[in-house]
């Protein structure tokens, strides 16, 4: 019978494997240290900007409210004056309260021009009147108007602001 010769097992060293793990391992832990880091300093600065925008959203709640109180606060008059393509003859004023209309049209013709200018002249009064506790900001739309109306209802204007205080011209004609 054969002799079966004792193989040995050779000695595995397991020191370079144990070092190999070891040098990984401080690795995983260094960069797992400077995630860490910076996670935190992106927290800090996303906590500063949600104060700030805290902050910013504070002001607009202010600003919104105050919007919503507007009416209460000034009185607005948009002032449009228009004609017809086809015949000039033709106008129409219409006054805007607060964005909502309150003199529909205003026709003005050859034959009623001054009792329609006197007709706005009066609407345009009575509320400047009834508002005396706020200021009546008054815009006058240029974008389509006659120059003879324009003339006519600046200076209409004109007269109604030295007669009330708490009436103020926007808007282009002002520089004139």
Do not use: W
């Given at each position: ?8 097992i ?36 996303l ?9 910013e ?19 607005f ?13 033709i ?10 209309y309150?003199?529909s ?20 009064t009575?509320f ?22 324009q ?26």
């Amino acid at each position: 019978m054969k002799k079966l010769r004792n193989k040995g097992i050779p000695d595995l060293d397991m020191t370079p494997l144990l070092d190999v793990i070891f040098i990984i391992l401080m690795v995983v832990i260094c960069h797992q240290m400077l995630n860490t880091e910076n996670a935190k300093q992106d927290i800090e600065q996303l906590n500063e900007q949600l104060q700030e925008t805290a902050a910013e959203n504070e002001i607009h709640k202010a600003q919104l409210e105050a919007y919503d109180n507007e009416e209460a606060l000034v009185a607005f008059v948009t002032l449009y004056a228009d004609y017809k393509t086809n015949n000039p003859k033709i106008r129409y004023i219409k006054l805007a309260y607060n964005n909502s209309y309150a003199i529909s049209d205003i026709e003005i013709t050859p034959d009623n021009e001054s009792e329609a200018f006197a007709s706005f002249k009066d609407a345009l009064t009575s509320f400047i009147s009834d508002k005396k506790d706020m200021p009546v900001m008054l815009v006058l739309d240029e974008s389509h108007i006659l120059y003879r109306d324009q003339v006519r209802l600046t200076e209409t204007l004109k007269e109604l602001e030295k007669e009330y205080d708490n009436l103020y011209l926007t808007g282009k004609q002002e520089a004139e």
